[in-house]
């Protein structure tokens, strides 16, 4: 569990960003204002984007590639998916072993939540902070928490 407040949100994004391989998928859950967005694109600005990421709800996938980002990344908010067999038309694993999937409200996915996935739960600790706590595969151990 690590908690944290918006002071340390780019030291967290930081650690996590250079924890990540090609083909990680990473799973952000909480509620609506939970600071999934916000985790999202500080471990995008660790990854070297300038500029403000746009939220990608309206989008549902938006892609950073390099030079704008050192890893390839695709940032999904899958809050819009009803069905989840939506979910294959994204084609969301087209290029799985060579970016990282960041994909808010992975439990839109049903069953097609990768095995793999870290997935990282966001918590309110109290209005200020709030509380992560991952659940970590079999290809994260080791990699979490990130250092
Ligand atoms: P979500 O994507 O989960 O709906 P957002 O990332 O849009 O949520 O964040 C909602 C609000 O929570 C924003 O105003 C953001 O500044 C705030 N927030 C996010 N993370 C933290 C944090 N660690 N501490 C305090 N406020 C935070
Ligand atoms: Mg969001």
């Not at 809050?79 to 808010?104: K, P, W």
């Amino acid at each position: 569990m690590i908690e944290y407040g918006l002071d340390e949100i780019g030291l967290l994004g930081k650690r996590i960003a250079r924890s990540l391989q090609p083909g990680d998928v990473v799973g952000l859950t909480g509620s609506l204002g939970a600071g999934k967005t916000t985790l999202a694109r500080a471990i995008l600005a660790a990854l070297g984007l300038e500029g403000e990421a746009p939220s990608p709800s309206f989008a549902i996938v938006q892609p950073y590639a390099p030079p704008e980002v050192t890893l390839p990344v695709l940032h999904v908010d899958l809050y819009r998916i009803e069905d989840a067999a939506e979910i294959d038309e994204l084609g969301l694993f087209d290029d799985s072993a060579h970016q990282v999937l960041l994909i808010e409200w992975p439990e839109r996915m049903g069953q097609r939540v990768p095995a793999e996935m870290l997935n990282l739960t966001i918590d309110f600790a109290d209005e200020a902070r709030r509380r992560l706590t991952a659940t970590v595969p079999p290809a994260w151990e080791g990699r979490w928490p990130p250092q």
